[in-house]
C-alpha cells in the first residue's frame, strides 16, 4: 500500500472515474471510448514501434526503443501514478515474447526487485506490474519475492556513476539457494541501459539453481530508431 499518495484514489476510484468521465488520450488528445483505462487511443498505441531482434544477444529481448510514445507511457506509469497502463504494456511485452520465440519452454516469470524505499515511497514495482501482465498472458506462474537486493546493498544503483552502478547491480541481488532449482525464468524488467541490474539479477537466479534465465524488458536505451513490424496487436 502507498502510505503518502491518493492510493484508495488511484486503486479505486480512477478506474470508476474513467468509465464514466470522458478522458483524453494521453497522445493525440482526442476522447477515447470504452477502453480509455488503457490512457491512450489504439492508433497511438499503434505508433510504437518494436525494437530490433538481436541474435548476438538471443537470451534478452526488448519491446520497443526507449523513445517517443514508448518512452513518455513508461514515465506516466512509473513516475506519475498510472500503474494501470502496466497491463497494455505487458500485453505488447507477451506479444514481442511469443514473436521472438523467447517464450519456448519458459517454467515461471520473475521481476527484477525494487529499491525498498523506492516501492515505499511509489506504492509499487514497475517490473512486478509488467511481469503480472506478462505471466498472465503466457499463462506461466509469477514467482514471489525471492529474488532480492542484498542488505549491504540498499543505496539507489542510479546515484552511482557508470562503472560504480556496473559492480554494484552486479552483486546487488540474491536468491535462496535452490529456490529455482531446474527453473526456467524470464526475467522481466521496465528498461535495459547498461544491462547491469538484468546481469546481477541473471547471476543471483543462475546461483539460486535455474537452469537458465532470460530477460525481457518494455524498452531498451540505444541510438537511433529501430523499425519493423509489429507482431499483431494484443490490445
Request: with cysteine; hydrophobic share 40%; glycine share 12%.
Given at each position: 500500500?502507498?502510505?503518502?499518495?491518493?492510493?484508495?484514489?488511484?486503486?479505486?476510484?480512477?478506474?470508476?472515474?474513467?468509465?464514466?468521465?470522458?478522458?483524453?488520450?494521453?497522445?493525440?488528445?482526442?476522447?477515447?471510448?470504452?477502453?480509455?483505462?488503457?490512457?491512450?487511443?489504439?492508433?497511438?498505441?499503434?505508433?510504437?514501434?518494436?525494437?530490433?531482434?538481436?541474435?548476438?544477444?538471443?537470451?534478452?529481448?526488448?519491446?520497443?526503443?526507449?523513445?517517443?510514445?514508448?518512452?513518455?507511457?513508461?514515465?506516466?506509469?512509473?513516475?506519475?501514478?498510472?500503474?494501470?497502463?502496466?497491463?497494455?504494456?505487458?500485453?505488447?511485452?507477451?506479444?514481442?515474447?511469443?514473436?521472438?520465440?523467447?517464450?519456448?519452454?519458459?517454467?515461471?516469470?520473475?521481476?527484477?526487485?525494487?529499491?525498498?524505499?523506492?516501492?515505499?515511497?511509489?506504492?509499487?514495482?514497475?517490473?512486478?506490474?509488467?511481469?503480472?501482465?506478462?505471466?498472465?498472458?503466457?499463462?506461466?506462474?509469477?514467482?514471489?519475492?525471492?529474488?532480492?537486493?542484498?542488505?549491504?546493498?540498499?543505496?539507489?544503483?542510479?546515484?552511482?556513476?557508470?562503472?560504480?552502478?556496473?559492480?554494484?547491480?552486479?552483486?546487488?541481488?540474491?536468491?535462496p539457494r535452490g529456490r529455482f532449482r531446474r527453473r526456467r525464468v524470464l526475467l522481466i524488467d521496465?528498461?535495459?541501459?547498461?544491462?547491469?541490474?538484468?546481469?546481477?539479477?541473471?547471476?543471483?537466479?543462475?546461483?539460486?539453481?535455474?537452469?537458465?534465465?532470460?530477460?525481457?524488458?518494455?524498452?531498451?536505451?540505444?541510438?537511433?530508431?529501430?523499425?519493423?513490424?509489429?507482431?499483431?496487436?494484443?490490445?
Amino acid at each position: 500500500m502507498r502510505l503518502n499518495g491518493p492510493c484508495l484514489f488511484r486503486i479505486w476510484l480512477y478506474p470508476v472515474l474513467a468509465l464514466v468521465v470522458p478522458t483524453p488520450c494521453g497522445g493525440c488528445g482526442d476522447y477515447l471510448g470504452p477502453r480509455q483505462l488503457l490512457g491512450y487511443c489504439s492508433g497511438c498505441w499503434d505508433l510504437i514501434q518494436p525494437d530490433r531482434y538481436d541474435p548476438q544477444h538471443p537470451l534478452q529481448c526488448a519491446a520497443t526503443p526507449y523513445a517517443g510514445l514508448a518512452r513518455e507511457i513508461l514515465l506516466e506509469a512509473k513516475f506519475r501514478g498510472r500503474p494501470e497502463l502496466f497491463r497494455p504494456m505487458g500485453l505488447r511485452m507477451a506479444a514481442i515474447c511469443r514473436f521472438t520465440g523467447l517464450d519456448r519452454g519458459l517454467d515461471l516469470v520473475a521481476a527484477v526487485p525494487s529499491h525498498p524505499f523506492t516501492l515505499f515511497r511509489r506504492g509499487y514495482n514497475p517490473a512486478r506490474e509488467l511481469a503480472r501482465a506478462v505471466a498472465g498472458d503466457l499463462g506461466l506462474p509469477l514467482a514471489g519475492p525471492a529474488l532480492r537486493r542484498k542488505f549491504l546493498h540498499l543505496a539507489p544503483l542510479k546515484k552511482a556513476d557508470r562503472e560504480g552502478r556496473r559492480l554494484a547491480a552486479e552483486s546487488a541481488f540474491v536468491a535462496p539457494r535452490g529456490r529455482f532449482r531446474r527453473r526456467r525464468v524470464l526475467l522481466i524488467d521496465d528498461i535495459l541501459t547498461t544491462g547491469s541490474t538484468s546481469r546481477g539479477c541473471r547471476s543471483a537466479l543462475l546461483a539460486a539453481g535455474a537452469s537458465t534465465v532470460r530477460v525481457l524488458v518494455w524498452g531498451r536505451t540505444q541510438a537511433g530508431a529501430a523499425g519493423g513490424r509489429w507482431p499483431g496487436r494484443p490490445l
